[in-house]
Structures are given as C-alpha cells and as structure tokens.
T-cell receptor, first 115, second 118 residues
C-alpha cells in the first residue's frame, strides 16, 4: 500500500517563474492538504482540496493555487515566484475532509529553491 | 485563534533515560491534538492524537502523551529514549470547524529538536 507520494523531490527555479508540484494521496484517501514549511519553522497550511474543490485556505496570496483531479491526486501551483517561497512543500492526505479519521498522512515533500 | 506552543527549541537526553517534549495549547472548545515527528529531509510522520477519552494516549514507537486540561498541556513522553529517536518533533492542534463544516487544517508549533546522546 503506497503512502503519500510527491514529485519532484527537489526543484530550483528563478524569481518570477511558475512552478507546479504534484501529490498522490494514500490509497483510500480523498482529501489533500498542502503545507509550506520554511527552514526552521513548523508547517503552515496553504489549502485543502476535497471533491475537486478548494474547501479551506490559509493565509497565502492568490499566487498559490491548486487543483484536485478525479483520482484524488492534486497539484499545487505557484506563480511569480519570490525568494521567500523557498521552502519544503508538504502534501497531506486524509479521508472525508475532516469528518472521518482525524490524522493526516504526509508525503516526503518537495524542496523548492528560488534563486 | 487556535495555537500551540513548544517552549523548548531543543531537548537533550541520554539514551535509556525518560524523555519529555513539552506542548501547551490555546483553543476555544475541545482540542484535537497531535504529535508528529520529522527526520532530516523527510516529511512528517504521525505519532499519536488526542480527540477525547483517556488523558494518556499511546502512540507509535513507544511514545505516549498526556492531555492535561487544567494546564492546557499535551506533553510527549517516552520511558526510555533511543538514539534513533533523535529528530524534530511537532505538536499540532486542529483548527476550528469552518462555516462549511469540518476542517483538516492543522496548526503546528515551531518544533522541538530532540537529541539523544549514546
């Protein structure tokens, strides 16, 4: 049983560029949340997708957008990259958008470096 | 607003000794509390959760946590530390329900680095 997978593992981009990160949830899970973890800090919630819709959003600008596909996988897109977007981006999956089991399972993350 | 605090940036303990990693919370209503562990260059691994019931919660890898409502704390404990327990530990609380219903949003503390010396 595969856990949460993310791709790519590492990514280097230049300021102003756009990036797309991908996540496949754990088998049986239908809800995906994205978190940003800056160096030395705890993860910060970006948004959550359930039934292909954004259900909740954290305090992140519109440059951060996402998508969920019918197979429950998800993408995180960041436009007009800033140096401050450099971070580890974590995907977490769960079942039932918070109405079911409460723990979330995290992927290994994508390390984004903006130069 | 919901929040958690981890007052110690680092905890040092000798292998075989008991360990405690502290967490306090501030929430409105009943808290849903979690502990996660992060190894270098890895994602977060779920250790345990408190939703309701017994104040002593047992989790993975021999860890347990004690929920204390009067002290608004949820400290992580292990009776005998291993060198392999050395990692970054995060306490988290689930956010309040949104208008549209339940939420999965977790609010994390700043993390505590646990260093277990052989």
């Amino acid at each position: 049983d595969a856990g949460v997978t993310q791709s790519p593992t590492h990514l280097i981009k230049t300021r102003g560029q756009q990036v797309t990160l991908r996540c496949s949830p754990k088998s049986g899970h239908d809800t995906v949340s994205w978190y940003q973890q800056a160096l030395g800090q705890g993860p910060q919630f970006i948004f959550q997708y359930y039934e292909e819709e954004e259900r909740q959003r954290g305090n992140f600008p519109d440059r951060f957008s996402g998508h969920q596909f019918p197979n429950y996988s998800s993408e995180l897109n960041v436009n007009a990259l800033l140096l401050g977007d450099s971070a580890l981006y974590l995907c977490a999956s769960s079942f039932g958008a918070g109405t079911g089991s409460y723990e979330q399972y995290f992927g290994p993350g994508t390390r984004l470096t903006v130069t | 607003a919901q929040s958690v605090a981890q007052p110690e940036d680092q905890v040092n303990v000798a292998e075989g000794n008991p360990l405690t990693v502290k967490c306090t919370y501030s929430v409105s209503g009943n808290p849903y509390l979690f502990w996660y562990v992060q190894y270098p260059n890895r994602g977060l691994q779920f250790l345990l959760k408190y939703i309701t019931g017994d104040n002593l919660v047992k989790g993975s890898y021999g860890f347990e946590a004690e929920f204390n409502k009067s002290q608004t704390s949820f400290h992580l404990k292990k009776p005998s530390a291993l060198v392999s327990d050395s990692a970054l530990y995060f306490c988290a609380v689930r956010d309040k329900r949104t208008r549209s219903g339940a939420t999965n949003k977790l609010i994390f503390g700043t993390g505590t680095l646990l260093a277990v010396q052989p």
